[in-house]
């Protein structure tokens, strides 16, 4: 995402630095090519909307184009299965850039103006800005089905300007994995709070017999788990859901006391209950550490739930919901969401749409969730026995209590100016590396929060931070 933006952002100054090194002989030359192309592209949309009323008449198919960011066969099958059952006039065609290069890919075709209807991870806001992604506000306003959308996920899909660009099909949420058979051959209840993980954990590590009590992820991301302590420990009394790393005071939740706390309680739980290799994992490592049998407790999203079921013995293991502060009574965890928009220049937007209605409604929803890994996003899924019982029963229960907290980590890119998103940008650069640095005792944990504090530090001033808190 910061790629993107940075991209984005280096384009916009490139474009700005053109037009005004134009001469006022080519103002009047530019002028006429913007009028002659803003006509010719009301003509291509007249024409794309006559073919597309020509192949409603012989009974061709309008092709919808979808690219994606992440490929998945098997997904990306039955999108296409659920779309022909349901949409006799539509085809859904779906690219899928590498993986590596998805997203500046995406950037570029957008930039172009490809002929592509339905763009994945587009609520970006300078997508919008651009005029890329197109404004469902009226199409979602007349959709029946939306109404039963979980209101979290509305907030999110509203963007900036109040209104709506895209509709999630999936939501990411962790939850607490956890070996049954090793707990209850030590005679140790799955733990609820972190104090009691720290304990359980420390007590079913035996490095002698290759088992530890946590599939630390030491690299990648792996300080956002951390974060979690973090935000729990400061609790809906100083943190807003909208601000995940801004508080209520105006500063930085590294600012805090509890900050340089959470950074021990980490130190320890790597130390004494973490493999010393796990400095270097990143998810697909923690996860094979906890299905192979060499880690007691892992911290996941749903999508490992398949994984398990692959790798494991029914009985063996076990999901939980994830612990809450000791203190507070609350858990604070980033709530990824995965979701379509429909471009600013389709020739095709309410094919798009309709294709839309059916992977994000409620039976398509189901569906795609049930072999993606993924959440489903409307409220009725809990009527359904497999997301309401066996493994994905945490995640309903945690849905069910407020004290769960769920936020988007991008959510201060929808408020902040551009001077601060540029610094909030250096946050996430050597953030892996700084961890690495904590864990290893290179950096102490009053030098990591002062590190991390710093990109935050515009919050003390900032204009719309102090409107939305009330402070002087």
Same mark, same amino acid.
């Given at each position: 995402?910061? &790629?993107?933006?940075?991209?984005?952002?280096?384009?916009?100054?490139?474009?700005?630095?053109?037009?005004?090194?134009?001469? *006022?002989? =080519?103002? *009047?030359?530019?002028?006429?090519?913007? &009028?002659?192309?803003?006509?010719?592209?009301? =003509?291509?949309?007249?024409?794309? !909307?006559?073919?597309?009323?020509?192949?409603?008449?012989?009974? !061709?198919?309008?092709?919808?184009?979808?690219?994606?960011?992440?490929?998945?066969?098997?997904?990306?099958?039955?999108?296409?299965?659920?779309?022909?059952?349901?949409?006799?006039?539509?085809?859904?065609?779906? #690219? /899928?850039?590498?993986?590596?290069?998805?997203?500046?890919?995406?950037?570029?075709?957008?930039?172009? @103006?490809?002929?592509?209807?339905?763009?994945? $991870?587009?609520?970006?806001? @300078?997508?919008?800005?651009?005029?890329? #992604?197109?404004?469902?506000?009226?199409?979602?306003?007349?959709?029946?089905?939306?109404?039963?959308?979980?209101?979290?996920?509305?907030?999110?899909?509203?963007?900036?300007?109040?209104?709506?660009?895209?509709?999630?099909?999936?939501?990411?949420?962790?939850?607490?994995?956890?070996?049954? $058979?090793?707990?209850?051959?030590?005679? #140790?209840?799955?733990?609820?709070?972190?104090? =009691?993980?720290?304990?359980?954990?420390?007590?079913? /590590? $035996?490095?002698?017999?290759?088992?530890?009590?946590?599939?630390?992820?030491?690299?990648?991301?792996?300080?956002?788990?951390?974060?979690?302590?973090?935000?729990?420990?400061?609790?809906?009394?100083?943190?807003?859901?909208?601000?995940?790393?801004? /508080?209520? !005071?105006?500063?930085?939740?590294?600012?805090?006391?509890?900050?340089?706390?959470?950074?021990?309680?980490?130190?320890?739980?790597?130390?004494? %209950?973490?493999?010393?290799?796990?400095?270097?994992?990143?998810?697909?490592? *923690?996860?094979?550490?906890?299905? *192979?049998? /060499?880690?007691?407790?892992?911290?996941?999203?749903?999508?490992?739930?398949?994984?398990?079921?692959?790798?494991?013995?029914?009985?063996?293991?076990?999901?939980?919901?994830?612990?809450? @502060?000791?203190?507070?009574?609350?858990?604070?965890?980033?709530?990824?969401?995965?979701?379509?928009?429909?471009?600013?220049?389709?020739?095709?937007?309410?094919? %798009?749409?309709?294709?839309?209605?059916? #992977?994000?409604?409620?039976?398509?929803?189901? !569906?795609?969730?049930?072999?993606?890994?993924?959440?489903?996003?409307?409220?009725? %899924?809990?009527?359904?026995?497999?997301?309401?019982?066996?493994?994905?029963?945490?995640?309903?229960?945690?849905?069910?209590?407020?004290?769960?907290?769920?936020?988007?980590?991008?959510?201060?890119?929808?408020?902040?100016?551009?001077?601060?998103?540029?610094?909030?940008?250096?946050?996430?650069?050597?953030?892996? %590396?700084?961890?690495?640095?904590?864990?290893?005792?290179?950096?102490?944990?009053?030098?990591?929060?002062? $590190?991390?504090?710093?990109?935050?530090?515009?919050? @003390?001033?900032?204009?719309?931070?102090?409107?939305?808190?009330?402070?002087?």
């Amino acid at each position: 995402m910061k &790629k993107k933006l940075l991209a984005l952002l280096l384009s916009g100054t490139m474009l700005a630095g053109m037009l005004t090194g134009c001469s *006022s002989a =080519e103002d *009047s030359a530019e002028g006429a090519s913007v &009028k002659e192309t803003t006509q010719a592209a009301e =003509e291509k949309a007249q024409a794309a !909307e006559e073919t597309a009323e020509a192949a409603e008449e012989s009974g !061709e198919k309008v092709v919808i184009t979808m690219v994606t960011t992440l490929g998945n066969e098997t997904r990306d099958q039955l999108m296409k299965d659920l779309v022909e059952a349901s949409c006799d006039n539509i085809e859904l065609e779906i #690219i /899928t850039p590498p993986s590596d290069q998805a997203g500046e890919k995406i950037v570029a075709m957008l930039q172009a @103006h490809e002929d592509i209807d339905i763009v994945e $991870d587009g609520l970006d806001r @300078h997508y919008i800005e651009n005029g890329w #992604i197109a404004d469902l506000t009226d199409y979602v306003a007349e959709w029946d089905e939306y109404e039963t959308i979980l209101p979290s996920l509305k907030d999110r899909q509203a963007s900036f300007d109040g209104k709506v660009y895209g509709l999630y099909y999936g939501r990411y949420e962790r939850c607490l994995f956890y070996r049954a $058979d090793w707990l209850k051959e030590a005679g #140790i209840e799955v733990p609820t709070t972190w104090n =009691e993980l720290y304990d359980a954990a420390v007590a079913l /590590t $035996d490095p002698s017999q290759n088992r530890y009590g946590y599939a630390m992820r030491g690299n990648v991301n792996g300080g956002d788990y951390m974060q979690m302590l973090l935000q729990a420990s400061l609790s809906s009394e100083l943190m807003d859901l909208a601000t995940p790393y801004i /508080t209520k !005071e105006g500063k930085s939740i590294y600012e805090y006391p509890e900050a340089i706390e959470a950074c021990e309680f980490w130190i320890d739980l790597y130390n004494n %209950a973490s493999n010393p290799d796990s400095l270097a994992w990143g998810y697909p490592e *923690s996860v094979e550490a906890f299905y *192979s049998g /060499t880690a007691a407790f892992l911290i996941n999203d749903a999508e490992v739930i398949a994984t398990c079921e692959q790798y494991m013995e029914d009985g063996t293991w076990g999901t939980a919901p994830l612990p809450v @502060h000791d203190e507070t009574g609350e858990s604070w965890f980033p709530q990824g969401g995965a979701h379509f928009c429909i471009t600013g220049f389709s020739e095709h937007k309410d094919e %798009a749409f309709e294709v839309l209605k059916v #992977i994000c409604g409620q039976e398509g929803n189901m !569906e795609l969730s049930k072999i993606n890994g993924t959440l489903p996003v409307h409220t009725t %899924a809990a009527q359904d026995p497999f997301f309401g019982e066996g493994y994905y029963a945490a995640y309903a229960t945690m849905g069910a209590d407020p004290n769960y907290k769920g936020f988007s980590e991008a959510a201060e890119y929808a408020f902040a100016t551009e001077e601060e998103l540029s610094i909030i940008d250096g946050f996430w650069k050597e953030k892996d %590396a700084l961890f690495q640095e904590l864990l290893l005792g290179e950096l102490s944990p009053e030098d990591y929060c002062a $590190d991390r504090a710093s990109y935050y530090a515009w919050a @003390h001033d900032s204009e719309w931070v102090a409107e939305r808190f009330g402070l002087d």
